[in-house]
């Protein structure tokens, strides 16, 4: 069942969103008007209550983040940030490598800094249950050829073995990743969605030929495994073109 909830603070986009402990938070983003700065406030939204609060605010103003739930905390990482005391419009380097770290106990924000790569933005950040942080595409591309891992010790991003897979012009079968490649074009949509100690990365191409059709399928990445990485299913194929620009979820029904 869908219903409608209470409505959140002032109307604002490309804030980061994750959830913890059944509770929705969202933090940073862009007011609706024509004042490109980002902000710094943050809400949590309590469904058994139908309503949100305000929580602590950030130290910097931040928008286009991505927010993700690791080890209990709210990870706000990356985006186009700036401190609230800089005078400058501009972002830097530092702020946009930084993540911020809220503890739902402490109510209290913590600055981590190069969290991430200061020259472009994240998009999808994924937690699974194995501990770890995930990481496969940003605003330049959706879909970067890899996986990457986080490592906390490093405080680095590294490519996961097996994950690489790229894309060619061939007559390739999507079906077919034994060979390392995806299907023959690069694809039109992807979004992510973490299950455990897999990846599902849900996909569409546009495939080739004189009348446009579209080619929907799912791809599944095992972290837990040493061999066989990638599994493919779920081939979808119709007519015509679509484009997408969303996020997928998962939902653990009763």
């Keep these: 069942m869908v219903y409608l909830c209470a409505s959140s603070g002032p109307p604002e986009s490309d804030f980061a969103c994750t959830v913890c402990n059944d509770k929705i938070y969202v933090a940073g983003g862009q007011p609706t008007s024509s004042n490109a700065r980002g902000i710094s406030s943050a809400e949590v939204y309590d469904p058994t209550l139908d309503e949100w609060s305000s929580l602590p605010s950030m130290s910097m103003l931040r928008y286009k983040c991505a927010g993700v739930t690791w080890n209990g905390k709210i990870h706000v990482v990356g985006g186009f940030a700036e401190r609230l005391d800089s005078g400058w419009p501009s972002p830097g380097i530092m702020e946009r490598s930084s993540a911020e770290v809220y503890d739902p106990e402490t109510r209290r924000w913590e600055l981590r800094a190069k969290m991430w790569q200061p020259d472009v933005r994240p998009t999808q950040i994924l937690a699974l249950d194995n501990g770890r942080l995930y990481?496969?595409?940003?605003?330049?591309?959706?879909?970067k050829g890899h996986i990457e891992?986080?490592?906390?010790?490093?405080?680095?991003?590294?490519?996961?073995?097996?994950?690489?897979?790229?894309?060619?012009?061939?007559?390739?079968?999507?079906?077919?990743?034994?060979?390392?490649?995806?299907?023959?074009?690069?694809?039109?949509?992807?979004?992510?969605?973490?299950?455990?100690t897999h990846l599902y990365f849900l996909v569409g191409y546009r495939t080739s030929g004189d009348l446009p059709r579209m080619m929907s399928m799912v791809h599944m990445f095992d972290t837990g495994t040493n061999t066989n990485y990638w599994t493919s299913f779920g081939l979808v194929e119709e007519d015509g073109e679509k484009e997408f620009c969303s996020h997928c979820c998962v939902v653990q029904l009763p």
């Excluded at 990481?135 to 879909?143: E, Q, T, Y």
């Excluded at 897979?165 to 949509?189: E, F, K, M």
């Design 135 to 143: 990481g496969s595409g940003d605003c330049l591309k959706a879909w």
């Design 149 to 196: 891992a986080y490592n906390p010790d490093a405080n680095m991003w590294n490519i996961v073995p097996g994950s690489q897979r790229t894309t060619r012009s061939s007559s390739a079968h999507p079906l077919n990743v034994a060979d390392g490649t995806w299907p023959t074009i690069q694809p039109t949509y992807v979004t992510v969605a973490p299950t455990g």
